[in-house]
């Protein structure tokens, strides 16, 4: 009932995860990610737990594949699960359980891998790499053009409802957390887009805000100046 992508930025070392679902919140169940540490997605049949655990053991050394070695070992339900992860060297890993739902699949790229259950057909993970490597701009572009690609691709078996983005940076809070958990009606994933062409101009003024409010920028609200 999902579909997502892992990232690591080259350029900046960024970590990122998109996902959307079919599901109500499927971000705040699903996504992972902690600077300088990796990012990581668990999915299908949800177990969130399995999300921390790739990333403490990511921060214990482990590679993505050992992470994932790890997280599955240690669940009594592997079969179910589908587990994405990126480490800080760009090393990615995918565990694809013998139950997972529908039409599954998973494509690795460079620091990126995509993955996807219950979809319309096999290609959806391919569409999001490949567009995730060739399209141009900021690790959250890129994220979000390989979430759009997936539905132009056939997306879900059904409709999506819920869509999320995640980026890490250098600080031990979000660089940036999007995330629609529910719409009746319309898509999801290009209502956070929206909220990406807003949120990504101002993300930078945020960490100064926190780390010394002496240089943050004007609010731009009345009263501000």
């Not at 999007?178 to 945020?206: F, T």
């Amino acid at each position: 009932m999902t579909f997502s992508i892992v990232a690591r930025c080259e350029t900046t070392g960024q970590f990122g995860v998109a996902i959307s679902s079919s599901s109500p919140a499927v971000a705040a169940r699903c996504a992972w990610a902690e600077a300088g540490i990796g990012a990581v997605a668990t999915q299908n049949v949800t177990n969130p737990a399995l999300g921390p655990r790739m990333l403490a053991a990511l921060k214990d050394g482990a590679s993505a594949a050992d992470a994932v070695v790890a997280a599955r070992q240690s669940d009594g339900f592997p079969g179910y699960r589908q587990l994405l992860a990126v480490d800080a060297s760009g090393a990615t890993a995918i565990h694809s359980g013998e139950n997972a739902l529908g039409i599954w699949t998973s494509v690795t790229g460079n620091q990126c891998v995509a993955a996807g259950n219950l979809l319309a057909n096999d290609g959806v993970p391919k569409a999001m790499i490949e567009t995730f490597e060739t399209t141009s701009g900021t690790l959250g572009d890129r994220l979000v053009a390989a979430l759009k690609a997936a539905v132009d691709a056939g997306g879900e078996a059904g409709p999506v409802r819920s869509a999320g983005l995640l980026i890490v940076d250098k600080q031990p809070w979000p660089y940036a957390e999007l995330r629609i958990d529910w719409l009746d009606e319309g898509c999801p994933i290009a209502a956070v887009a929206r909220a990406w062409n807003v949120y990504q101009s101002q993300a930078q003024d945020y960490v100064t805000r926190a780390l010394d409010p002496r240089a943050a920028p004007s609010y731009g609200v009345p009263g501000d100046e």
